[in-house]
């Protein structure tokens, strides 16, 4: 039956540890007892807590700015009394979240002789060579996105701040929010972000690790974007103190290969670069001086996603080795395996993006207090594989009906499932578990190894 199949698909992971300590088989969450589809009840697992807060949980509840950052943001775009605000809020907003990469040159030699081949197949077409250059340029022009880089001046960088301060914010938090919640003993205490832009980093930062974070290192290109950064630090003025500490401003990173940070982030900067060359030497460099976790997000489309699988794929099978840090990375978040996306190569490819509820800054144009950021994230970590949560992460909104749950998950296997949960199934604890499960969350379930599995499960029959 299907429902039968839905408990085969739940056996797809292998053994996981947290962090650098093996969680003992009393503790493992969810263990099922090989060759019985019901959930292993008699283990303490949850310990006191209520399902709702089972360790798979990671959703933030709904962001808000500190208010001293909201206050700052207010104060500034009021002092700059720009004209139609909100008109160039709306227009940079769809701008940014419908971007393409830009298309490189072996892309475009490989389109240029495709409509060569396809204007020679016409015979009514017979041109001289020159003539069919032009022709297949002005077909070119029109079929290719035309890729633009973003001067942030002062003007500009203040509408980036007003469309982008609070989404930003939101989404870095949650990221941040993954590392804390499954590795609370790590305490970082410097950290990179690289086209730092509004500082919206910082501020997620020390609103997460505030009590152990003494050196903030901010690289952006604009010396405006810098500018605004260190007015929102001060309140909105350039004469205050700064409310985050220990903050520096740079518009070019560190040289030297030796310098290290605990947490190396770029958050919506790798699609402001013109190539996939440049790209590919800031991912390098910016691996290089991770000494603990790389922490890149993006916007939740396509574009971005396939970007930062490119990045994730990069750090992987990296063949260079730092001097300094010899040791090899390895997927801390999402993703619960180091294989190829199975949303990217499904048949109808899919972004892999989660939502994050903010409180937006009340600026006169946000009629709605509460919104959402989708965004895509990838969590790079150094040292083993074996050493990362393993459990299946729910990657589209979890679906409560009676008595059963459906949740779609990504699997350790590497393949995308879905699995229907009911208390008949898998036991009241997991049903209860995937019932307060939200997107992005992982689901607390392990599986024993192939060898403990029984020998011959039996197949569905066809149709079922």
């Not at 020679?120 to 032009?134: G, I, T």
């Not at 440049?278 to 991912?283: A, G, K, L, S, Y």
């Not at 001086?289 to 994730?312: I, P, Q, W, Y």
């Not at 590497?414 to 995937?434: E, F, P, S």
Request: hydrophobic share 35%; glycine share 6%; net charge positive.
């Amino acid at each position: 039956m299907a429902t039968a199949r839905a408990v085969r698909l739940l056996q797809s992971s292998s053994r996981w540890r947290l962090g650098r300590r093996e969680v003992p088989q009393s503790r493992a969450l969810a263990a099922l007892v090989p060759g019985v589809s019901q959930v292993d009840n008699s283990s303490d697992f949850l310990g006191k807590r209520p399902h709702r807060r089972h360790p798979g949980i990671l959703q933030l509840p709904c962001v808000e700015l500190p208010q001293a950052l909201a206050a700052a943001a207010q104060l500034l775009l009021l002092q700059s009394a720009m004209p139609n605000v909100e008109k160039q809020v709306r227009a940079l907003t769809n701008y940014l979240w419908s971007r393409h990469l830009p298309v490189g040159p072996e892309e475009l030699q490989r389109r240029a002789v495709y409509l060569e081949e396809k204007f020679l197949e016409n015979p009514d077409l017979s041109q001289s060579e020159e003539k069919l250059r032009e022709t297949v340029l002005r077909a070119l022009r029109k079929t290719t996105y035309h890729w633009q880089e973003l001067s942030y001046n002062e003007k500009l960088s203040l509408v980036y701040m007003a469309a982008r301060l609070d989404g930003g914010f939101a989404a870095v938090s949650r990221a941040f929010r993954e590392i804390q919640a499954r590795v609370p003993e790590f305490q970082p205490q410097t950290l990179l972000d690289f086209g730092s832009g509004t500082g919206s980093v910082t501020w997620a930062a020390h609103s997460t690790w505030g009590q152990s974070l003494r050196e903030y290192m901010c690289v952006d290109s604009s010396a405006a974007m810098l500018d605004l950064a260190e007015k929102l630090l001060k309140g909105g003025s350039e004469s205050g103190e700064p409310y985050v500490p220990g903050v520096f401003f740079r518009q070019f990173l560190p040289v030297s290969p030796k310098v290290q940070f605990d947490v190396v982030v770029s958050a919506f900067s790798l699609s402001e670069l013109p190539s996939k060359a440049d790209r590919t030497e800031v991912i390098h460099t910016l691996w290089r001086k991770t000494s603990h976790f790389l922490v890149l997000v993006e916007n939740g489309t396509k574009a971005g996603h396939s970007l930062l699988m490119d990045a994730r794929d990069l750090v992987l099978k990296g063949k260079e080795k730092s001097p300094s840090d010899p040791r090899p990375g390895f997927v801390f978040a999402p993703c619960p395996h180091e294989l190829p996306c199975p949303q990217l190569t499904a048949s109808k490819p899919l972004a892999c993006s989660f939502s994050q509820a903010y409180h937006s800054i009340p600026f006169s144009w946000n009629k709605k207090n509460l919104k959402e950021e989708k965004f895509s994230m990838v969590i790079l970590a150094r040292g083993s594989p074996e050493e990362a949560n393993r459990w299946p992460r729910i990657t589209q909104p979890v679906l409560k009906r009676p008595r059963h749950v459906h949740c779609h998950l990504c699997c350790p296997d590497g393949h995308m499932q879905h699995a229907v949960i009911t208390a008949h199934r898998h036991g009241r604890d997991l049903y209860r578990c995937a019932r307060v499960s939200s997107w992005g969350d992982l689901l607390p379930v392990i599986t024993p190894s192939e060898s403990e599995l029984p020998p011959s499960p039996a197949k569905d029959p066809p149709g079922s």
